[in-house]
């Protein structure tokens, strides 16, 4: 047995209740196991326990056992557990150390003093492996969220660690480079790697999954085979809060089309120094209908959307809303933007008080704060900091700060990065209902299932 966890319990400093409650897993050489659940069930303290950040990085109390390839996990520092395991975090930016690539790779062969020759040739083997020697030596800061993910498999991998351990890595990918990543995932499995990910998207996963573990509560609620979970009902499916392993493509159709749209995009170009951005890019929408705007990581998705909204300046083109050519001023006045990244949008220091930001705490905008919070499920951590949420929490808390506003235009980038299955359809429903109610709303996604739920028109984006 590789990994055997018994009886494993975890409780965060700070915090009364167990993120982790009497987790039993036992892991097999080779195996690819598949973690999943609903937002905050437990999924990430998991891994982190896993790869030791729990507790030797957060701080908190933890019972039960761990054998790590039979020896006590839980007395091993750091570095022992890492020549075991190689990480993959969500957001590879967090665990970059060097501005370029090829120095990202080797580094963690340079910290265990590598001779020069077996760098190079482990370099050579990974990124022939992993089909990313066209990214050698380029800039980090430049790739796409999909090479820096490659890039962050990458350097897990070059040592040559027992296990792959990899949290919600697909959250910022595009469609394409979510498939690219699992057959990253399918090469390294066949070199017996023992991988252990915790995700909500599981259409790339689908057939490379051994066993799926579903996790409740801080719990684990069943452990299935791969071929047991593969023949979930989509019924089942939803009824257990999860995405779908095989979901039903939706046609792509054209950009809003409509004889009177309320806010109208045209001709907009954005240049950054020497380089466009977006080239001369017209988009109309109407009030009542949603947009989904796709495309490949890097296609100016994120910078249309933010001219739309006042937050960054067109190099030309105009912003029409409503008849009105507006300045940036007045667009930030109508229109409301919901980031990628929740963490650079939190600001309060509890989840009612963020929803209620910049407004007065009137006893009628307290009942209006309230009655989203639960709507949005979020009425049990109303006094909680934001900071201390998963992922797809701070998602929902921002959406409701959005709502409190009433702006006629709701833009959001990536709004069910994140989020499971439950809560994405949750997540459809308010946002139809926000369209149904007269507002124009747009959604920067990757999300399939999500635009076959809920939206109107699909406008694709391309790299100019």
């Known amino acids: 047995m590789l990994i055997e966890l018994n009886d494993i319990s975890f409780c965060y400093v700070g915090t009364h209740d167990k993120s982790l409650k009497n987790v039993s897993l036992s892991v097999n050489v080779g195996e690819f196991i598949l973690l999943t659940g609903e937002s905050g069930c437990g999924k990430t303290t998991l891994t982190r326990i896993l790869n030791g950040l729990c507790p030797q990085f957060y701080d908190g109390e933890i019972s039960g056992s761990y054998l790590l390839d039979g020896e006590n996990a839980l007395d091993m520092e750091l570095d022992e557990i890492g020549s075991h395991i190689g990480n993959v975090f969500q957001d590879p930016r967090s665990q970059f150390f060097a501005s370029n690539v090829t120095d990202e790779i080797v580094l963690a062969m340079e910290n265990r003093n590598y001779p020069h020759d077996l760098m190079e040739s482990r370099l050579q083997e990974f990124s022939t492996l992993l089909d990313i020697g066209n990214l050698l030596d380029?800039?980090?800061?430049?790739?796409?969220?999909?090479?820096?993910?490659?890039?962050?498999?990458?350097?897990?991998?070059?040592?040559?660690?027992?296990?792959?351990?990899?949290?919600?890595?697909?959250?910022?990918?595009?469609?394409?480079?979510?498939?690219?990543?699992?057959?990253?995932?399918?090469?390294?499995?066949?070199?017996?790697?023992?991988?252990?990910?915790?995700?909500?998207?599981?259409?790339?996963?689908?057939?490379?999954?051994?066993?799926?573990?579903?996790?409740?509560?801080?719990?684990?609620?069943?452990?299935?085979?791969?071929?047991?979970?593969?023949?979930?009902?989509?019924?089942?499916?939803?009824?257990?809060?999860?995405?779908?392993?095989?979901?039903?493509?939706?046609?792509?159709?054209s950009g809003c089309t409509e004889s009177e749209p309320y806010l109208q995009l045209n001709d907009i170009v954005c240049k950054r120094g020497k380089m466009t951005i977006l080239d001369h890019i017209t988009l109309s929408a109407v009030k009542g209908k949603i947009i989904a705007i796709i495309g490949r990581n890097g296609a100016g998705k994120t910078t249309l959307c933010k001219i739309a909204a006042g937050l960054l300046k067109e190099t030309c083109g105009d912003v029409i809303l409503n008849g009105a050519d507006l300045n940036r001023r007045k667009r930030m006045q109508s229109c409301f933007f919901v980031g990628q990244d929740p963490d650079h949008q939190l600001y309060a220091p509890t989840v009612l008080d963020e929803v209620l930001l910049n407004r007065k705490k009137t006893p009628e905008n307290i009942r209006k704060a309230e009655q989203l919070l639960e709507q949005l499920d979020l009425s049990a951590f109303s006094e909680r900091h934001p900071a201390s949420l998963s992922g797809g929490q701070k998602q929902r808390v921002l959406l409701a700060a959005a709502l409190m506003w009433e702006r006629s235009v709701l833009i959001l980038d990536e709004p069910t990065s994140g989020l499971d299955g439950k809560h994405m359809r949750e997540m459809a429903k308010l946002l139809r209902s926000i369209a149904d109610s007269g507002a124009c709303v747009l959604i920067i996604t990757h999300d399939t299932e999500l635009i076959n739920i809920c939206a109107d028109f699909v406008y694709k984006m391309y790299r100019p």
């Not at 990458?154 to 979510?178: F, G, H, M, Q, R």
Request: contains cysteine; charged residues 25%; aromatic residues 4%.
């Open 138 to 253: 380029k800039d980090l800061l430049k790739l796409s969220s999909g090479e820096k993910q490659k890039v962050a498999v990458a350097a897990a991998c070059v040592t040559k660690p027992k296990i792959l351990v990899l949290d919600e890595p697909s959250a910022n990918l595009d469609a394409e480079a979510a498939e690219q990543l699992g057959k990253m995932l399918k090469t390294l499995k066949a070199q017996g790697v023992t991988i252990i990910i915790s995700e909500h998207r599981l259409s790339y996963l689908a057939e490379l999954t051994d066993k799926m573990v579903l996790m409740e509560n801080g719990e684990i609620a069943g452990i299935y085979s791969g071929e047991q979970a593969r023949a979930f009902s989509a019924e089942k499916m939803c009824e257990m809060g999860l995405r779908l392993f095989y979901p039903q493509a939706k046609k792509v159709i």
